[in-house]
T-cell receptor
């Protein structure tokens, strides 16, 4: 069975500080991995995706993520956050078929 | 380009009433998903369709819930009768089902409150 674990339910950070949101996955087959962001009162939006090739993936709004197969991780990073990055972030995987498995989400709070 | 469109954005009704949520997927997308989001349970997949056919409805909580997709551009999620514990935000999402690398595109959701 496949699963996604987001290790932190909430991450507070000061503006302009770096941040890392952690995601681990479990799968016996190859995976496609995604990070989505959800701003208040909105649906989820795609931040970035890993399909194959380079393990460092760059997304929108200055975010990037690194695929680490040996550690089964796909952590999301940003070198300097803004107040506007306050949102909930979801890690997700797809191993085949139509279904995507989402993590429980990590709430990022950026403080002034 | 128009994204996934959901209506209504907000719905407040009394328990026992029938509730119908509507979704228009992105044109050309042939997979459609209904999710429910609550603080307690997070994001739950209720049902998904491919080419208008329901593929997996194992996430539908009870027989009070039903979903249809009569054509490629429209889907409904119906709750009858509604109960207070159905209060949640319901999302519709669509994707190109060509391959598993395709991300899902979400609507802005319907915030449902059952009194």
């Amino acid at each position: 069975a496949q699963s996604v674990t987001q290790l932190d339910s909430q991450v507070p950070v000061f503006e302009e500080a770096p941040v890392e949101l952690r995601c681990n996955y479990s799968s016996s087959v190859s995976v496609y991995l995604f990070w989505y962001v959800q701003y208040p009162n909105q649906g989820l939006q795609l931040l970035l995706k890993y399909l194959s090739g380079s393990t460092l993936v760059k997304g929108i709004n200055g975010f990037e993520a690194e695929f680490n197969k040996s550690q089964t991780s796909f952590h999301l990073r940003k070198p300097s956050v803004h107040i506007s990055d306050t949102a909930e972030y979801f890690c997700a995987l797809n191993t085949g078929g139509f279904k995507t498995i989402f993590g429980a989400g990590t709430r990022l709070f950026v403080k002034a | 380009d128009a994204g996934v469109i959901q209506s209504p954005r907000h719905e407040v009704t009394e328990m026992g009433q029938e509730v119908t949520l509507r979704c228009k997927p992105i044109s050309g997308h042939n997979s459609l998903f209904w999710y429910r989001q609550t603080m307690m349970r997070g994001l739950e997949l209720l049902i998904y369709f491919n080419n208008n056919v329901p593929i997996d409805d194992s996430g539908m909580p009870e027989d009070r819930f039903s979903a249809k997709m009569p054509n490629a551009s429209f889907s409904t999620l119906k709750i009858q009768p509604s109960e207070p514990r159905d209060s949640a935000v319901y999302f519709c999402a669509s994707s190109l089902a060509i391959g598993r690398e395709q991300p899902q595109h979400f609507g802005d959701g319907t915030r449902l409150s059952i009194l």
